[in-house]
Each structure stands twice: as structure tokens, then as C-alpha cells.
């Protein structure tokens, strides 16, 4: 099913209590079922719900909602975005073999290079931007194509169409992580792609007050499979956190919106700064993949990332910076200034991340619902800050 981003936008609401039993009732929110486990009424026939690892009214909910917006036929709620990736993984057999982006996040990045080597599944890294090197990782016994776009934390983009079409000539499942964009912004689904995978705990929740993930198939019988897997481990989200993200999605479009403009006017004062070195923003024209984003998808989205000359003046511009907070993750209603090297990406090896261009000049900035003058005016007296301490340092 296709939607318009205007239907998106009534989905995003309505979507959670659509055929659910609330409706009988007139309820406007899903109810938090806080029960492990169901009554049964038959000894030979159980109903629908048993035990919550297995399915939740409350989570069922939130897995069709999601679903829904992506346009997939099952969806599965999990403790965390790292939990639904590390899961989807685990449709892969000993012996298969992941072609995978390089500009990939560092958890990410983790399980690939240290866990699933132990079950005897193996990968390679191929820069995403370039399709021939993708295919030229493609090995006979390669299962799976992995992207990421755009990527955490470079914002590089990966032609999503060119990709598919080659993962469909090679029998390859594709899986796309779409924590960036969120279905309002992109339907990797409809391109194609087999999986598609959220750290929810971003934009789809869009508080800083949950840890969440979320995947969505294309096709019934993978979702099945999948299903499967997030019951044998048990990887599930409860009830609670099922309910505060199904409020969070409510209001994603007019967040998202916001911060994706305020994160267009951000990047451009960025550009022209005599101190940046370099702007990673899917919106500015010199983006080496802007045409192709824009083709598939509907906004830049509100995640950018800059690159200062050294650590010790990104440690300046961090430590002058009044509005945003400097965390871990993003997404949030908040602004969150985030050091890729030490934080997001410190699972990576040095030489990995500068391979990749994670330096330690490198900074991420998730854009918040502040006032965007505000944060504009904030980078620049903190830039104005870092490069008076930069000169001093050089005298």
C-alpha cells in the first residue's frame, strides 16, 4: 500500500487505534495492558494472547501502526534498535555471508565484526555510494545487503533503487535501517528493500525518555520468521513503553518538520563559517548525494554533522554551547551535540573510524524544536569562543 505524505500525516495519528477494541468503547489512547500472562476460556482453544513475550494487546497496537507507516505487512516491537537489528541478523545461517555500508553506526559496527563472526557468518564493508563496489563485494554465498542512508554519521547516501535491483540479481535480502528518516520521510518498503529498521528510541519516540526498536517486513512469511526469532529470545518491548511510543509517533510530523527546517537554515550558517571544515547535510546542494536523496526521499531530515579542524577546538565549540545538550543518541525535542569518536562510533577502532572520516573534529548535531535563531546565535558565539582559544593556542 502507498500513501501520499498527507495520508502519512493522518496515520501517524489514527493508526493505533484502527480496529482496535478501544474503538467499541470510544477510547482515544490504546490501554497499557500490564499482564504476563492471559486466562485461557477453552482447556483445548487459547485465545489470541497468552503470554506477553509472545504478543501484547498494547504492543500489537504499536506493531501494526508501524507497520502501517512503512507499509509492510508485519511489524515487531523490540527492546532496543540494537535488539530488532542483532534479530534480523539472526535470519542469516552459518556460512552466509553480509556485503554491508561502511559508514555504519558503531553498534552496528559491533555486532557485524565481533558476534556474528562467532556463528560463522561473515561480512564485508563496501562504500554504498559507489554500486560497483557494492557489487564487486557480492560473494556466491552473500544472503544479505545492508544499508544505511543516510549513514551515521556522515550522512552519505546509498541509491536505494540501484541497490535492490542488484541484491534481486544476486537472491540477496535487503535490510535498511531508517532511523534517520522514519517512514514520513522515506518508504524503503515501497522501494523494494525486505527489512526495514528503526532505533525508535530517536525520532519515532522523539522524548529521550524510552529505549525502543522497531522492524518491518515486506513480505508475511519473513515477518513470521522474524517473529520467531524475537520470541525464542525474548527480545521484546513491554506495555508501558509500547504506549509512550505510540504517543511519540503521534506527534512526529509536526517535529519532524520543524527540526528539518531548522536543520536546512543550521547547515547553511554552517557552510559558511571560516571554521568549519566541512558540512555533512543531505539538503545542501554540494552534497555529494543530494539528487539521489531527494529523489527517494521527502526531506534532508533534521540529523547533520560538521567537521572542526582538531579535538581541541571541537572541545571548545562542546563546552561553549548553551543550548544543546551533549548526549549520547538523537532525535529528541531537544537539541543533543554528540561527539561521533567517543560516543556513537567508540565500538569502531581508530584507524576504522578515520578510514571512514570519523575524526576527532567530527560532531553530530540532532536539531531540536528550539527557537532556530537561538541555536544559530548559540553556535555562534561558542564557534566565535573556539577559534579565539585556537589562535591563543597557536601564539
Known amino acids: 500500500m502507498t500513501f501520499s505524505n498527507e495520508q502519512l500525516e493522518t496515520s501517524l495519528i489514527t493508526a493505533s487505534t484502527r480496529g482496535g477494541s478501544e474503538r467499541k468503547i470510544g477510547a482515544v489512547n490504546v490501554p497499557i495492558y500490564l499482564s504476563s500472562t492471559f486466562h485461557q476460556e477453552s482447556f483445548d482453544k487459547f485465545g489470541p494472547y497468552d503470554y506477553s513475550r509472545s504478543s501484547n494487546p498494547t504492543r500489537d497496537a504499536l506493531e501494526r501502526t508501524i507497520a502501517e507507516l512503512e507499509g509492510g ?17 539472526m535470519l542469516l545461517s552459518s556460512g552466509d555471508h553480509i556485503v554491508i555500508t561502511e559508514d555504519v553506526y558503531g553498534g552496528t559496527f559491533r555486532i557485524v565484526t565481533e558476534v556474528l563472526p562467532r556463528f560463522g557468518i561473515e561480512h564485508t564493508f563496501a562504500d554504498f ?43 540477496c535480502f535487503t535490510f535498511l535501517d531508517n532511523t534517520f528518516m522514519t517512514p514520513l520521510y522515506q518508504r524503503p518498503l515501497d522501494i523494494g528493500v525486505d527489512v526495514v529498521l528503526h532505533s525508535a528510541t530517536k525520532f519515532l519516540s522523539g522524548h529521550s525518555d524510552i529505549i525502543a526498536g522497531l522492524a518491518v517486513t515486506k513480505e508475511d512469511e519473513l515477518g513470521k520468521r522474524l517473529a520467531f ?77 560538521f567537521r572542526l579542524p582538531n579535538r581541541a577546538i571541537a572541545k571548545a565549540f562542546v563546552e561553549s554551547v548553551q543550548i544543546p545538550v551533549f548526549a549520547v543518541s538523537l532525535g529528541g525535542v531537544e537539541s543533543i551535540l554528540s561527539h561521533p569518536a567517543q560516543m556513537s562510533h567508540a565500538a569502531m577502532p581508530k584507524e576504522d573510524r578515520e578510514k571512514r572520516g570519523i575524526t576527532d573534529g567530527l560532531l553530530r548535531f540532532s536539531v531540536g524544536l528550539e527557537n532556530v535563531n537561538d541555536l544559530i546565535a548559540d553556535f555562534d558565539q561558542a564557534l566565535t569562543i573556539a577559534e579565539k582559544q585556537t589562535k591563543k593556542v597557536l601564539t
Open 229 to 305: 526469532i524475537q520470541n525464542s529470545f525474548g527480545a521484546i518491548l513491554g506495555a508501558q513503553d509500547s504506549f509512550s511510543l505510540i504517543q511519540g509517533i503521534k506527534t512526529l510530523g509536526v517535529r519532524l518538520d520543524k527540526s528539518s527546517e531548522s536543520a536546512q537554515k543550521i547547515a547553511t550558517y554552517l557552510t559558511r563559517h571560516s571554521l568549519v571544515e566541512e558540512v555533512f547535510y543531505p539538503g545542501l546542494s554540494t552534497h555529494p548525494g543530494n539528487e539521489i536523496h531527494a529523489k527517494q526521499a521527502e526531506s534532508p531530515g533534521a540529523v547533520l554533522s
Open 73 to 89: 505487512t508485519r511489524g515487531l516491537a523490540f527492546a532496543s534498535g540494537i535488539a530488532a537489528i542483532s534479530s534480523a541478523f
Open 129 to 171: 555510494t559507489d554500486v560497483e563496489a557494492v557489487s564487486n563485494a557480492i560473494r556466491s554465498n552473500t544472503k544479505l545487503i545492508y544499508m544505511e542512508t543516510p549513514s551515521n554519521p556522515r550522512l552519505r547516501i546509498t541509491d536505494i533503487t540501484s541497490i535492490v535491483a542488484l541484491a534481486n540479481a544476486n537472491d
